[in-house]
Nanobody, 117 residues
Framework: VQLVESGGGLVQAGGSVRLTCAAS????????MGWSRQGPGNQRELVAV????????NYADSVKGRFTISRDNAKNTMYLQMNSLKPDDTAVYYC???????????WGQGTQVTVSS
């Protein structure tokens, strides 16, 4: 499975950005897809995850009510709509896809989001 993120950039606080993750390859084994981020000096943290089978979503407390994860099954594409952005949201955002086996753990190359105050 290959994952390619796009959509990052520089945005002012209070603004919005939509990230896109295009998946290709043997995606039939994927059970979860999500977005993680790693800010300067911080560990990577999971911000949103979506269960492919039933569409259930979960969010980190820090982004609840501001970020929305979604997926277009026909296009094998996942999105992260980020609204009301804060400088603390500045990070490299990574797309992740996981199956039930430990080896089924795939990551994109990351896309930088910078929120200016």
């Amino acid at each position: 499975v290959q994952l390619v993120e796009s959509g990052g950039g520089l945005v002012q606080a209070g603004g919005s950005v939509r990230l896109t993750c295009a998946a290709s390859g043997s995606t039939s084994s994927i059970v979860f897809m999500g977005w993680s981020r790693q800010g300067p000096g911080n560990q990577r943290e999971l911000v949103a995850v979506l269960t492919i089978r039933n569409g259930i979503t979960n969010y980190a407390d820090s982004v609840k009510g501001r970020f929305t994860i979604s997926r277009d099954n026909a296009k094998n594409t996942m999105y992260l709509q980020m609204n009301s952005l804060k400088p603390d949201d500045t990070a490299v955002y990574y797309c992740n896809a996981r199956g039930n086996r430990p080896l089924d753990d795939y990551w994109g190359q990351g896309t930088q989001v910078t929120v200016s105050s």
